[in-house]
């Protein structure tokens, strides 16, 4: 997980936020040409605490627009599990302060969209979870990193691994 780090440049803050890597493929169902989407979050101990993959509601329309829906979702658990953890353990958070999310992710175009806040007209199918996410982002909820396809936590939740990436895979969720 280490690789990863180093990719949201911010300040460390005495609070640890949850790590969440997001990944997608793009029309990976046969049918009706859906995505899936996948996630792992990883508490500051380095302990997968929830992991999902399930096939996307809608059909993208890029690659980009895939990872983008992948994120959302994910962003939407990360920041759920943040505020049951600053509730479980008061005594370490400040009245309504928590820290933000770690968002990481392989697609460079939706970090971009993200990061820039530019909405363009090609992304407004999607336009209530971008701006979604620019808020949680410019309120400082949670923050985009870029993450190497190779250096994916959530990479085997959204296709077929062979078995040397299966393998990098349990051992990056600690299942050795």
Same mark, same amino acid.
């Given at each position: 997980m280490g690789a990863g780090e180093e990719a949201i440049s911010s300040e460390q803050s005495t609070i640890q936020a949850l790590k969440v890597y997001v990944d997608a493929d793009f029309g990976g169902e046969i049918d009706g040409m859906k995505s899936t989407s996948g996630s792992v979050?990883?508490?500051?101990?380095?302990?997968?605490?929830?992991w999902r993959s399930r096939k996307q509601q809608t059909v993208a329309k890029s690659t980009a627009d895939a990872e983008f829906n992948s994120t959302g979702l994910a962003a939407e658990e990360g920041i759920w599990l943040q505020k049951v953890q600053t509730e479980l353990c008061p005594a370490n958070y400040r009245k309504n302060e928590y820290p933000n999310i770690k968002l990481y992710n392989d697609n460079q175009a939706c970090i971009a969209s993200l990061t820039n806040a530019k909405f363009r007209?090609?992304?407004?199918?999607? =336009?209530?979870?971008?701006?979604?996410? +620019?808020?949680?982002? #410019?309120?400082?909820?949670?923050?985009? &990193?870029?993450?190497?396809?190779?250096?994916?936590?959530?990479? =085997?939740?959204?296709?077929?691994?062979? +078995?040397?990436?299966? #393998?990098?895979?349990?051992?990056?969720? &600690?299942?050795y």
């Open positions: 979050i990883i508490d500051p101990y380095a302990v997968t605490v929830n007209a090609s992304t407004r199918h999607v =336009g209530v979870r971008f701006f979604w996410l +620019k808020e949680i982002i #410019e309120m400082g909820e949670g923050e985009m &990193g870029y993450l190497r396809t190779d250096k994916m936590v959530a990479d =085997g939740l959204t296709q077929v691994l062979d +078995k040397t990436k299966h #393998e990098l895979f349990v051992a990056m969720l &600690g299942m």
